[in-house]
């Protein structure tokens, strides 16, 4: 019997986040686990010394197209929090 086992990839997180549910501070005060830190900490030191696989390569490049989303959603968080207040 073949059993496959799922890696969890550093974005794994965000995705659980927003599954979730959010609100505007819960967003702006996301923060990635300390494992999921290390695991991106690995990856840009991989890719700085040209050893990541195409896999990690994948993983990286999508964390930080997400991780650029979630900037931007943060800063509309923040516009957004600041026009409800008014």
């Known amino acids: 019997m073949n059993t496959s086992v799922k890696t969890i990839t550093v974005y794994d997180e965000f995705i659980d986040f927003i599954a979730a549910g959010t609100t505007p501070e819960s967003l702006i005060n996301f923060h990635l686990s300390e494992t999921a830190q290390n695991r991106l900490e690995d990856l840009i030191?991989?890719?700085?010394?040209?050893?990541?696989?195409?896999?990690?390569?994948?993983?990286?490049?999508?964390?930080?197209?997400?991780?650029?989303?979630?900037?931007?959603?943060?800063?509309?968080?923040?516009?957004?929090?600041?026009?409800?207040?008014?």
């Open 45 to 86: 030191d991989k890719a700085k010394n040209n050893e990541l696989t195409k896999e990690e390569k994948r993983e990286l490049d999508t964390f930080l197209t997400l991780e650029h989303i979630i900037t931007l959603a943060k800063a509309k968080a923040h516009k957004y929090i600041k026009t409800e207040g008014k």
